[in-house]
């Protein structure tokens, strides 16, 4: 990388990083959605019966 | 029974103000607010005139819109949480015409206050006299853009009980232009260079808040009165 | 005519299709930025004048358009939403915040790690390092907002109204902080040089962003179908969708 390598990928890290973030919090965001929902649900059959 | 938006208009103004010279706490705090955080500088930083005056613009302009938002956080409180501003809402005047005479009572009192203040302020920081009118025009425009932008936040986060930091952290970053262009105004004054420019830029930023900042605060106030 | 626009912007409607489009924009993404990367780490040809260092580019660039287009993309689902009183908007609106402020993120550290070798320090007040780290702070008044009320729908609306306030702001913010700039300091000096850009360089560039972009799709499906199962949590469809 003609020196710059220590500037170089820390920066491609860090986007790759994000990334990988990104994916991972939208996944467990979606998923406690869905606990939640279904948390709901339990509660309104619960009541129901 | 209903009457004209001007008349309305003029009425809240007058209650505001006299709401205002009945508490001189509200006013004054925000002003010796003003005065110790100019204070602060010199002390942190060094009492050398010439390092003082480089820097005056930036510090007067910095303690200007701290002590501004400090009391722009009470603009609508007191009246949203006695009713007060549901009652003026019900009244059949638009929530746009309350901002209004709110919002300039507000300015009349803080940032004219501020504006006479500024020369003591000035004089400490080893601001010459001849950059003084200049001064004037930009903290006047400059706070009563502010009183608009803040009118927005205050809007915004009137409902909340931890309002305030959530307030500064709103209305800095859109008051960030106008920060650049008062300072930069105050200095080129300062340095003996036209401000004409940056001084149209900030009377510029003026009427743009001026006409659009009350249509958004009122729409801030119905959201979270409502 | 506006009804199947409104059968189209149905919260059913929307969590159906996001769970469809998603694999789809990350299939994209991943072809995209892998040979994005590829081509622009090990083949593009250095720059003549910044050698390998501007290879962050390809990473910098895609991040800080990102910034701006999630910005935007909240500003206006904010306002679709509180306009014509389309719930799903505000569902988006939240969904972009956080990505969005990622991005700002990521450009503001690779831009200052391109900054050490060019102009020799971590951080110089560059106009566009400035404008993004405004825009930064805008980004997390915007998210404060939200969290900070109780009534969530009531959340949704004070942020949409500092989202569309806040874009109005951009260009102010942009323009005056380009304006005080040229004030303080000689522009053309830190300006990277932008000369017309070799085909080889621009190729890696343009895969890059378009993947971003693709990948801003596929994360922002994701997170606006549990923004939605949040926001509906009591209603029919949520609960069959969701049983066990």
């Known amino acids: ?37 279904r948390r709901a649900l339990a509660m309104a059959r619960s009541e129901e019966s | ?74 603009l609508f409180k007191a009246d949203a949480e006695d009713g007060t501003l549901e009652q003026l809402a019900l009244s059949g005047q638009s929530l746009g015409v309350i901002v209004i005479a709110k919002t300039l009572a507000h300015w009349l009192v803080s940032g004219v206050a501020l504006v006479a203040m ?15 009118p200049v001064m004037f025009a930009s903290l006047a425009l400059g706070t009563l853009t502010l009183s608009w932008l803040g009118a927005i936040g205050a809007g915004l986060t009137v409902g909340l009980r931890r309002g305030s930091v959530l307030l500064s952290l709103i209305v800095l970053p859109l008051a960030m232009p106008l920060l650049i262009f008062g300072a930069s105004a105050t200095d080129r004054a300062i340095g003996g260079e036209s401000p004409a420019g940056a001084l149209y830029f900030l009377g510029a930023l003026c009427v743009f808040t001026t006409s659009l900042a009350p249509v958004a605060a009122a729409a801030a106030l119905r959201i979270t009165l409502e | 005519m506006w009804t199947w626009f409104y059968r ?13 489009l998603t694999p789809w924009f990350f299939a994209v993404a991943a072809v995209t930025i892998g040979y994005g990367l590829i081509d622009g780490l090990a083949f593009a040809p250095p720059d003549y004048q910044q050698g390998d260092a501007f290879r962050i580019i390809y990473v910098h660039a895609p991040s800080a358009w990102l910034s701006l287009f999630a910005y935007t993309t909240m500003a206006f689902a904010g306002a679709v939403a509180l306009i014509w009183r389309i719930k799903v908007g505000y569902a988006v609106a939240a969904a972009a915040a956080p990505i969005g402020a990622s991005f700002t993120l990521v450009a503001l550290v690779t831009g200052s790690l391109w900054g050490r070798p ?27 907002l939200r969290q900070a009320f109780e009534d969530p729908a009531r959340g949704d609306r004070a942020a949409a109204l500092l989202g569309i306030v806040g874009v109005i702001n951009v260009p102010i913010v942009h323009f005056s902080v380009y304006w005080w700039n040229s004030l303080h300091q000689g522009g053309t000096v830190m300006r990277l040089g932008k000369p ?47 049983k066990p």
């Open chain 1, 1 to 37: 990388m003609g020196g710059y390598a220590r500037f170089v990928w820390p920066s491609i890290g860090l986007a790759l990083g994000v990334l990988i973030w990104n994916v991972w919090a939208a996944r467990r965001h979606h998923a406690q959605a869905l606990v939640r929902a």
């Open chain 2, 1 to 74: 029974m209903s009457i004209g938006a001007f008349p309305a208009m003029r009425l809240i103004l007058r209650r505001e103000l006299r709401l205002y010279f009945r508490r001189p706490d509200q006013l004054l705090q925000p002003l010796v607010f003003f005065l110790i955080v100019t204070t602060l500088f010199p002390l942190a930083l060094s009492p050398r005139l010439s390092l003082l005056r480089d820097m005056a613009p930036g510090v007067l302009w910095v303690a200007a819109l701290l002590s501004s938002l400090l009391s722009l956080e009470t």
């Open chain 2, 118 to 132: 500024s020369p003591l302020v000035a004089t400490a920081l080893a601001i010459p006299t001849d950059a003084f």
């Open chain 3, 8 to 20: 189209l912007a149905s919260p059913p409607h929307v969590y159906r299709t996001a769970a469809a």
């Open chain 3, 118 to 144: 060019m102009w020799g320090t971590y951080w110089a007040w560059d106009p566009r390092l400035t404008s993004e780290l405004i825009l930064l702070f805008l980004y997390f008044g915007v998210i404060s």
């Open chain 3, 196 to 242: 017309e850009m070799a085909t080889s360089m621009l190729w890696p560039l343009l895969a890059m962003l378009f993947g971003f972009m693709c990948f801003f799709g596929a994360v922002l499906c994701m997170r606006l179908r549990g923004e939605v199962l949040n926001r509906e949590r009591q209603s029919t469809w949520v609960r069959e969708a969701v």
